[in-house]
């Protein structure tokens, strides 16, 4: 199974992504509030193992009972 993820730049930390400006951590990824070509160029499809942010994991697992 794969989910949608982004990298971060700033901590260079893969995380899940919960919607078009947020991750499931709350950390933003996008700070406009239009979603364009090059936003959704950043987001990758990636297993759960190879997300960074342990938070984002942890939350997932308790959402989606994975
Ligand atoms: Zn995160």
Redesign the pocket.
């Known amino acids: 199974m794969h989910y949608p993820t982004v990298l971060l730049s700033n901590t260079n930390?893969m995380?899940?992504v919960k919607d078009e400006q947020t991750?499931?951590?709350g950390?933003k990824y996008n700070y406009f509030s239009t979603f364009t070509r090059s936003d959704l160029r950043k987001i990758k499809f990636k297993k759960l193992d190879e997300v960074d942010?342990p938070?984002?994991k942890v939350l997932f697992k308790n959402d989606y009972q994975v």
């Open positions: 930390e995380h899940i991750c499931i951590c950390e942010c938070l984002c």
